[in-house]
């Protein structure tokens, strides 16, 4: 099942999918953007897109409820392609070795992403192997 191309039919973009449980109950969630924003209608269209293909090809085995979400302003940082999508955004990154960096994401080349220091401007690079959580957020 290839969700890049039915988000794409909804005029989303995936960025992620996760299942997790809460509740006793397990949740299949479907993350995507869209430039503008995602709104309500946005994850009620493509939810209407997957439910039936879903309910042929279950994208997890067991009982599960489905939930399309935007994937927020602020926003976990897991894969390369993150980091991709996310070019010009601040984001508060800890390295494995322990190391807490907050920088903007200026670009991202092969597993390698170029940080801007937000005080100092100073360009630095960190290899995404080295990276032990990231998040993007919004300076108010």
Same mark, same amino acid.
């Given at each position: 099942?290839? &969700?890049?191309?039915? @988000?794409? #039919? %909804?005029?989303?973009?995936? !960025? ?5 449980? #809460?509740?006793?109950?397990? =949740? !299949?969630?479907? !993350? ?10 946005? @994850?009620?269209?493509? /939810?209407?897109?997957? *439910?039936?293909? +879903? ?5 997890? *085995?067991?009982? !599960?409820?489905? #939930?399309? /979400?935007? @994937? ?5 940082? *897991?894969?390369?392609?993150?980091? %991709? ?10 390295? /494995?070795?322990? $190391?807490?960096?907050? %920088? ?6 092969? $597993?390698?992403?170029? &940080? #801007? ?13 080295? =990276?032990?959580? %990231?998040?993007? +957020?919004?300076?108010?």
């Amino acid at each position: 099942m290839n &969700l890049e191309a039915l @988000c794409k #039919e %909804a005029g989303l973009s995936f !960025y992620d999918d996760e299942l997790t449980s #809460e509740n006793g109950r397990k =949740i !299949y969630r479907i !993350y995507v953007q869209k430039e503008g924003g995602v709104n309500l209608d946005d @994850c009620a269209r493509l /939810s209407e897109i997957l *439910s039936p293909i +879903f309910d042929v090809e279950p994208p997890v *085995s067991g009982e !599960y409820f489905l #939930e399309v /979400s935007s @994937c927020g302003l602020e926003r976990k940082l *897991s894969k390369i392609e993150h980091f %991709a999508k996310s070019i010009n955004e601040l984001v508060k990154i800890t390295t /494995s070795e322990k $190391e807490k960096i907050e %920088a903007k994401i200026i670009a991202v080349d092969d $597993e390698n992403i170029t &940080l #801007e220091n937000l005080e100092t401007q100073e360009k630095t690079i960190i290899n995404f192997s080295d =990276i032990r959580k %990231a998040k993007t +957020f919004i300076q108010w």
